[in-house]
């Protein structure tokens, strides 16, 4: 028995290098940071280095699946898909850093941002791999420790300030309801581990009401990383105050993370995944119906965040109120419970990564030169930075789901797999509120393009760094490209789906 519990540590531990290099560079970046005082960007230098190795490692795990450490994490193809998508964010963040003014201010020291990023991406790593509900504590509780101080590191703003706070406070309540979630189910079942919950549920009689009030509390905690109502109320006022590349970092790689752990906890625990009904949709193993509930999440967030979208005037906070829709959105793949569903899901996310990346680093590069993230300050823009305001049209239309861009065929195929599934109110709900959405994008392209150009004709045009410009385009071009050729990613995520370690 030692000897193969050796074998298996060995196994684990070479699956373990992607984790392990973000650690490293974790470490390194803040020894570096020490040591060359006088470089602010060497630790970033650093994280891209580790991010790039950790990329090599990744490349290397394909087709693995495999339960590491005692089946405690995942190395499967559904895990290495969420891995790549927040690796790349955490990669463009570190880009967009360098362009970001309000960064640089006050001689501020940046080798703990960039390490904290690092940081916050090992722990998003282990979530989307964990199998086990302590192991899913600990890794949103290590990425939440560095999200908490990100959001609040130029701490000599007010909003940023009250921004950290008001995180803090929110991720405390949401930790103190999962974990007390955690304690129910495990004092239900008898153990931790996701599967062993499935066959304890599908073999025993469970206390109906127990079980579901132990479940959605540690919804409640996956719920508030993924900003789907009513579990949103931190969301505004962080986005808002937070630095935008956090407000972006949040939006997309902690997002991916959170719904990654919905994903895998509800099919690993929940799901009788030895057979399927006529539909293809996956048979729940106890008496409650989690399609449904989650389906009401899905509208309440979609509704809510783009009728209050409608009425906001600072960029950041309408584009936080549009993620609280887009999780509503990628919810409705969710609920139907299909492998076509979940795998909308993670076409979506790798549109939503270009779209909404960009659409943050354009908000960057304007408030380096207006000073401003008002929608009001934006009249006539258009004219005076035109590549950034054809590459902002386009991450619009895509976040709206407008033809041609890859916003297009990630919504398209959510709502396909919900019609699919006989979901037709919820497509329809879904439906309406992607027209609802239109309104307030449209609002940002008129102020661009329509109002105040008059003011704006004798101005000279913003000139922006070159290697900026590249960064931007390497967003823009694949949101256009991966809708005339979709089908690298849309295979890629196809088989992914349902590889779960059982």
């Not at 722990?123 to 890794?139: D, E, S």
């Not at 105050?241 to 407000?247: D, F, L, M, R, S």
């Not at 959170?258 to 293809?280: C, P, Y």
Request: charged share 10%; net charge neutral.
């Amino acid at each position: 028995m030692i000897d193969q519990f050796i074998i298996e540590l060995q196994k684990s531990i070479s699956l373990f290098k992607p984790e392990a290099t973000l650690a490293v560079t974790f470490v390194v970046a803040l020894i570096a940071d020490l040591i060359f005082k006088k470089s602010k960007n060497i630790s970033g230098y650093i994280s891209l280095i580790g991010f790039i190795v950790t990329f090599y490692f990744l490349f290397w795990q394909k087709g693995q699946n495999y339960g590491t450490f005692t089946q405690m994490l995942s190395v499967d193809p559904f895990a290495l898909f969420f891995k790549f998508l927040i690796l790349l964010t955490s990669f463009f963040i570190i880009l967009m850093s360098f362009f970001s003014k309000e960064l640089y201010i006050n001689n501020r020291s940046l080798g703990e941002y960039f390490s904290l990023i690092a940081g916050m991406t090992f722990g998003m790593f282990l979530l989307v791999g964990a199998n086990n509900l302590i192991m899913i504590y600990l890794a949103i509780e290590t990425m939440s420790i560095s999200s908490y101080i990100l959001a609040g590191y130029t701490k000599e703003i007010h909003r940023a300030s009250e921004a950290s706070l008001k995180y803090v406070i929110f991720g405390a309540v949401s930790s103190g309801l999962m974990i007390y979630g955690i304690s129910i189910l495990f004092g239900l079942t008898g153990t931790l581990n996701l599967f062993e919950i499935n066959n304890f549920i599908a073999n025993n009689n469970v206390n109906i009401y127990a079980l579901f009030f132990s479940v959605f509390l540690i919804l409640a905690g996956i719920g508030y990383k993924i900003s789907a109502v009513p579990f949103h109320f931190w969301t505004p006022d962080v986005y808002e105050g937070a630095p935008i590349t956090i407000t972006a970092l949040l939006s997309v790689a902690s997002k991916a993370a959170g719904f990654a752990v919905l994903i895998r906890f509800v099919k690993a625990a929940f799901i009788d995944n030895t057979q399927l009904d006529s539909e293809g949709i996956w048979i729940l193993i106890s008496n409650i119906d989690w399609r449904f509930i989650i389906a009401v999440l899905s509208v309440l967030s979609m509704t809510l965040g783009n009728l209050v979208a409608l009425w906001q005037t600072n960029l950041k906070r309408l584009l936080a109120y549009s993620s609280i829709a887009h999780a509503g959105y990628m919810l409705m793949g969710v609920a139907v419970m299909t492998d076509a569903g979940v795998t909308a899901v993670m076409i979506y996310f790798a549109s939503y990564l270009f779209m909404n990346l960009g659409a943050f680093f354009v908000v960057t590069l304007l408030a380096n030169k207006i000073g401003s993230e008002d929608i009001d300050d934006y009249k006539g823009i258009g004219y005076r930075a035109p590549i950034l305001g054809v590459c902002m049209v386009v991450f619009l239309l895509s976040l709206t789901g407008l033809p041609p861009t890859f916003g297009f065929i990630g919504k398209w195929m959510v709502f396909s797999a919900v019609l699919e599934s006989n979901f037709i109110w919820l497509a329809v709900i879904g439906v309406l509120n992607s027209v609802v959405s239109l309104f307030y994008y449209v609002k940002i392209f008129r102020n661009m393009y329509v109002r105040g150009v008059e003011e704006n004709e004798n101005k000279e045009n913003y000139q922006f760094h070159p290697i900026a410009i590249i960064v931007l385009l390497l967003l823009a071009i694949p949101t256009i490209l991966f809708c005339l050729y979709p089908g690298p990613i849309a295979n890629w995520a196809a088989a992914s789906v349902g590889i779960f370690l059982g």
